[in-house]
Every structure is written in C-alpha cells, then in structure tokens.
C-alpha cells in the first residue's frame, strides 16, 4: 500500500470516528504537516500519521514536534500502518496505533485524549485558518461570508421560501456550534 492509499484510509477512519472537518497534509506554523487531522465537538482533535515503512516510523521520532510533544497537534494522536509494522508497546507515551488490514482499519491500541497543548491548539488554529484563506482565495471575488449565506440568496430568488428539500441555516445540524456537555 502506497503512502497516499494509507493516507486516503486515515481519512475515512477519521470520519467513521466522528470527526466533522478532515484535512489531509496540510501545514502548520511549527513545520509539522499531519498526514490526517479532524475535529470532533469541543474543539477536540484527532491526528493519524501513517508510515508505510518500519524506517519512516523509526524516522518521524525525530522530528521536532515528536521529540517536544508540547508542539505537537492532536488531542489524540494515532500511527496508522500495515498490520504487523509496529508494536504496541513502541509507540511513543500516549500514542495509539490503527492498524491498516484486509477487513479495514483496526485501532490496536487506542490513544490517550488529553495530548495537546494550548501551543498545540495554536498551532491546529493557525493550520484551520491557513485552509480556510486557501478556500477563500479559490472562491474569489466572493468572500467566504457570502459563499456561506448561499440558502439567503435561494430565498431571494425564491420569491421568500427555500426550495423544496433545503434545511434553512438555523436547522442545519452542525456539531460544532452545539454548546460543550
């Protein structure tokens, strides 16, 4: 399995893990550039690193954010690799380790869910906003504001109602507004 195959699984494991917003190799500030990161409720984060090779893992150890965890992203923090490539007890404190087999994505050990810093959150906030100017630019000249107020201008051309099978905005289920339980 190819590195972007590995990467395209972690994705999906991360929606099937309730995550509502997924960004794949996207860059941070601090240098580090999670394979996969998403979000659930209350602002909490997942991260998956996948390695296809034993030398690739063995290698990400010594990456700044690996060997100073407080710079790192994730309040959970996953590898993902071929069954078999990385034992449990290897991982770094608090990591977990989804497994990648014929049936489909295993989680071997499960992470800890406390691992990110404010540094951390810092750097996940400046990784958001970076994505959403990088949207912005492509919508361009309407601002993201706009591109988000679409179901207004559907009422407008609608004469006041929103077409048959559209939820007004207020209706919509979004996770993220939800107040923290």
């Known amino acids: 399995m190819t590195h972007a195959q590995l990467v395209q699984k972690a994705v999906a494991w991360l929606r099937s893990y309730r995550c509502g917003v997924v960004l794949s190799e996207q860059a941070c500030t601090s240098g580090e550039v999670p394979d ?26 010594n990456k700044p954010w690996r060997v100073n965890p407080k710079t790192g992203v994730g309040c959970e923090r996953f590898y993902m690799v071929a069954a078999g490539l990385v034992k449990p007890e290897e991982l770094p404190d608090g990591w977990g380790l989804l497994e990648y087999q014929k049936r ?77 339980v």
């Open 36 to 61: 996969a990161i998403g979000w659930k409720r209350a602002c909490h984060s997942v991260v998956v690193e996948c390695k296809v090779s034993r030398a690739d893992y063995l290698c990400d150890h």
């Open 104 to 180: 489909g994505v295993v989680m071997t050990k499960p992470s800890a869910k406390d691992m990110r810093t404010a540094t951390g959150f810092r750097y996940e906030m400046n990784l958001l906003l970076a994505s959403v100017r990088r949207v912005e630019v492509r919508i361009e000249p309407q601002s993201i504001t706009d591109f988000l107020q679409w179901k207004n201008r559907m009422v407008e051309y609608n004469r006041g109602t929103l077409p048959e099978g559209i939820v007004p905005a207020e209706e919509e289920s979004n996770l993220f507004l939800d107040r923290e």
